[in-house]
């Protein structure tokens, strides 16, 4: 790089002196522009010492963008390249770990995955301008001292979870660089703070919003089925794309395709879930072989059920499976079954059943069966074709081998005896990728079940069981959170937890975390209507003419209103006769008249005492200062009648 006198620098970039340490001699800008990610490179360099730096500062944003012509001519001679996609994922995983916690109200939870950040930072050799300096010894001191607090009431509900000699691992790995101990450490903190890590799942759904837009007020076919099963390549097959595989014993691929859509969809022979967001493919049916159809259709890709990433995985899919349904104006459901999915003891096909349970778990019996089933298509794949009569077979199989509360499961046995009906030899679909000619005859047939109109009102939040169970815990250990936090009157943690937990739950539209919100919402009126009782019956006291209203008590008071006006904008159903303002004006209203029947002989350290109280009410509670004016005009008058 050709090197600049500090006065030429100073005259032709002036703006070098504001940009982040080590600028001036870097060598290399990242450039992601092939990537069409522009706020990659922005936000990344590299030094001279090949130490990639975040520059957070807004302004250095500007700047960069500002004099990015400068640093592009030969004079400088930088190097531009573009990042291997390794290298924007995990800047991806940077960005989202960092934003997980970076709105969180100081915590020992905020604290674990700050250290776990800086961590990474440090493992990836990544520099963060804002927490350039973080100093790590410092923020695992704080949190040995607290937990070392002899008060165990003052420790709090995630401090129990944090032992010294985990923090004292952690520290000693910090000066190592033993980056794989100080992750496990720091892993086993966090879950047992937290078993689900709900901003993932708030931050993934908002995620997902635009790939959903084009299903909106659209009749769609949307595809379902365990990670793995062959969704999508179901859909390339029936959105008109030719398959092909290099050998016998590979996995197909997507060869040729005049469908855009079809290129967004990722395919793979592995059990892990290639579909990370809803996928909508629009298909013209004169594309497809073998159709007789018009126009366009919609067929939907939703990530798999039961996903190998994890339950944050599970619960976001379901989530945008729900909102992709509801917004949509009718559904036709397609249950995509892998032969390679079974099971040993067909535990796949009774986790398939249970998925459309669950989807139609607000209907009557007599709804499913006679409305809704018939909305419902299972395509299989991945069968050899000798093995494709043995499909109802095993149909057969499952049914005489239910358990005993199978059996007593009226909708498990509606959904299996469907199932019993749609592969008899007569009904039932198999596709294969590369041997099918005419896959438009199972497109038409697919695209002729009678939909299910008002999808909002019959298809809900499906998910299975384990991912439901820790979803479960979760809220109850934000419970826990939120009724110490309120305790405690720590309103930012409390306020934090609250809404989060109402934003999850606005997500799920799941009945048992609405029952459970609503459950959090009673337990801390419970706690509160004590806490109103004794704020108001000690103001009361001190109210009283004879009384005196002090300093720490008129305060004490207000925070108590705040809280109060703190939960009922959060939503908290808190009835409206609680009401510490009108408490208050109701008895200076009562002390107002209990003077006016006065006369100049009455007592003068009554008077003194009202008046200060006059004084000291407007400086909390600046609403009642004109009546506390009027109050002390009377007062003056009565207390020169005493003289």
């Known amino acids: 790089m050709n090197s600049l006198s500090k006065e030429q620098n100073s005259r032709e970039n002036p703006t070098f002196a504001s940009l982040p340490p080590n600028f001036s001699s870097m060598i290399e800008i990242i450039n992601l522009s092939n990537l069409k990610r522009p706020e990659f490179w922005r936000l990344l360099y590299k030094d001279n010492e090949g130490v990639t730096h975040i520059i957070s500062n807004e302004d250095n944003y500007k700047i960069l963008i500002q004099d990015f012509s400068l640093y592009r001519n030969d004079r400088f001679n930088f190097e531009f390249q573009d990042l291997s996609k390794s290298d924007v994922d995990l800047i991806e995983e940077m960005k989202d770990q960092k934003s997980g916690f970076s709105n969180m109200t100081a915590c020992p939870e905020k604290s674990l995955l700050t250290l776990e950040y800086i961590m990474k930072l440090k493992q990836a050799q990544i520099i963060d301008e804002e927490f350039f300096g973080f ?91 365990q990670t793995g099963a062959g969704k999508s390549t179901a859909i390339q097959v029936l959105g008109g794309a030719e398959m092909a595989k290099e050998d016998s014993s590979d996995p197909v691929f997507l060869y040729k395709t005049k469908n855009k859509d079809l290129k967004k969809i990722t395919v793979s022979a592995s059990s892990k879930s290639e579909t990370k967001d809803v996928i909508c493919v629009r298909v013209n049916c004169n594309d497809v072989n073998g159709s007789e159809r018009k126009g366009q259709i919609i067929l939907v890709d939703f990530p798999g059920s039961n996903d190998t990433a994890g339950p944050e995985t599970n619960i976001a899919n379901a989530c945008n499976t729900r909102a992709v349904n509801h917004g949509s104006e009718s559904v036709v459901l397609v249950m995509v079954i892998s032969y390679l999915g079974n099971g040993d003891r067909l535990e796949g096909l009774r986790k398939d059943i249970y998925f459309i349970k669950e989807m139609f778990s607000n209907l009557t019996l007599n709804a499913l069966k006679e409305n ?76 002729e079940t009678r939909p299910i109109f008002r999808p909002d009102e019959v298809l809900q939040f499906a998910l299975d069981e384990k991912s439901r169970e820790i979803m479960r815990e979760q ?104 009401d510490l303002v009108a408490n208050l004006e109701s008895q200076i209203d009562n002390l107002f008249q209990s003077l006016g029947i006065k006369n100049s002989g009455e007592n003068s350290s009554i008077i003194k005492s009202t008046y200060k109280k006059m004084k000291l009410i407007p400086k909390h509670f600046p609403e009642f200062e004109k009546k506390c004016q009027t109050i002390d005009l009377h007062l003056q008058n009565l207390f020169e009648k005493s003289c």
């Open 135 to 225: 100093n790590v010894d410092r923020e695992i001191d704080n949190l040995e001292a607290r937990i070392s607090c002899k008060d165990s009431s003052s420790k709090g509900f995630q401090l129990k979870f944090i032992d010294r000699d985990s923090l004292l691992k952690i520290k000693n790995a910090f000066r190592t660089e033993d980056w794989k101990s100080v992750s496990e450490s720091i892993g086993k903190l966090v879950k047992q703070i937290r078993v689900l890590n709900i901003q993932k799942i708030i931050r993934r759904v908002k995620k997902s919003r635009s790939s959903r837009d084009l299903a909106t007020g659209q009749p769609l076919i949307s595809f379902y089925g």
């Open 475 to 578: 809220i109850l250990i934000h419970k826990a959170v939120i009724i110490e936090a309120l305790s405690k009157s720590d309103f930012d943690l409390f306020q934090y937890k609250l809404e989060e937990l109402q934003c999850f739950e606005e997500l799920v539209g799941d009945k048992m975390v609405e029952e459970m919100l609503k459950k959090c919402f009673k337990d801390i009126l419970k706690h509160e209507t004590n806490s109103y009782d004794q704020s108001r019956n000690k103001i009361n006291l001190s109210m009283k003419e004879e009384n005196t209203l002090t300093e720490k008590e008129i305060e004490e008071y207000k925070k108590a209103d705040f809280k109060l006006k703190t939960l009922r904008n959060l939503g908290v159903p808190i009835c409206d006769d609680v």
């Open 372 to 447: 809704y089933l018939q909305s419902i298509q299972y395509l299989f794949t991945k069968y050899p074709k000798e093995k494709v009569p043995e499909v109802h077979n095993l149909f057969e199989t499952l049914y005489k081998d239910m358990s005993v509360e199978e059996r007593a499961d009226e909708k498990f046995v509606a959904i299996l005896n469907d199932l019993l009906e749609k592969t008899k030899p007569s009904q039932i679909m198999v596709i294969d990728p590369i041997g099918d000619e005419y896959p438009g005859k199972i497109l038409d047939r697919i695209a």
